[in-house]
T-cell receptor, first 113, second 114 residues
Framework: GQNIDQPTEMTATEGAIVQINCTYQ??????LFWYQQHAGEAPTFLSY????GLEEKGRFSSFLSRSKGYSYLLLKELQMKDSASYLC??????????????FGRGTQLTVWP | GAGVSQSPRYKVAKRGQDVALRCDPI?????LFWYQQALGQGPEFLTY????????KSGLPSDRFFAERPEGSVSTLKIQRTQQEDSAVYLC????????????FGPGTRLTVT
């Protein structure tokens, strides 16, 4: 199975930097994703890490350490529109459904002016 | 179409009624997933289709849940004799290839069972 742990809530102010941590335990691992979900909307893909290290994409960066079962999402220059739930997601590498996603419960980020 | 669409967006059902939720994936996408998202939780896997074949239905919570994708495009998730615990958002996602890592989600159907 998959066990994914991330904080329930975080707050930050506009222009600041915030780091959302995620730890996971998996029976098979084929990568870690971060998805963003605004209230009442569908999750949208942010990043994907399958190798250790940092992946940078504009204001967002994602880090993975497979040996530690640890990832973080770093958001820089926060904007009000970044207020959303951020979902830490793993993908299995075995079983009948390659690509099946396992979601954490999400971290609700609130950005204040 | 431009993305994954789902209908209806909102559904209120009385306990015991049957409901059918529709998903139109991105044209040509091979893989289709259904997820259930309870309030304040992350989505949980229900079932997976590769074209018209339902390859994994291990996440369906009971035999009241049934999904189909007869022609390998549109999919329908049916819930029979709905119960209050079925109240949730039902999300559909598609991906281009079997091993594609990026899934595109629809807006979901919010089901409320009264």
């Amino acid at each position: 199975g998959q066990n994914i742990d991330q904080p329930t809530e975080m707050t930050a102010t506009e222009g600041a930097i915030v780091q959302i941590n995620c730890t996971y335990q998996t029976s098979g691992f084929n990568g870690l994703f971060w998805y963003q979900q605004h209230a009442g909307e569908a999750p949208t893909f942010l990043s994907y890490n399958v190798l250790d290290g940092l992946e940078e994409k504009g204001r967002f960066s994602s880090f993975l350490s497979r040996s530690k079962g640890y990832s973080y999402l770093l958001l820089k220059e926060l904007q009000m529109k970044d207020s959303a739930s951020y979902l830490c997601v793993t993908s299995a590498d075995r079983g009948s459904t390659l690509g099946r996603l396992y979601f954490g419960r999400g971290t609700q980020l609130t950005v204040w002016p | 179409g431009a993305g994954v669409s789902q209908s209806p967006r909102y559904k209120v059902a009385k306990r015991g009624q049957d409901v059918a939720l529709r998903c139109d994936p991105i044209s040509g996408h091979v893989s289709l997933f259904w997820y259930q998202q309870a309030l304040g939780q992350g989505p949980e896997f229900l079932t997976y289709f590769q074209n018209e074949a339902q390859l994994d239905k291990s996440g369906l919570p009971s035999d009241r849940f049934f999904a189909e994708r007869p022609e390998g495009s549109v999919s329908t998730l049916k819930i029979q004799r709905t119960q209050q615990e079925d109240s949730a958002v039902y999300l559909c996602a598609s991906s281009e290839r079997v091993s594609s890592y990026e899934q595109y989600f629809g807006p979901g159907t919010r089901l409320t069972v009264t």
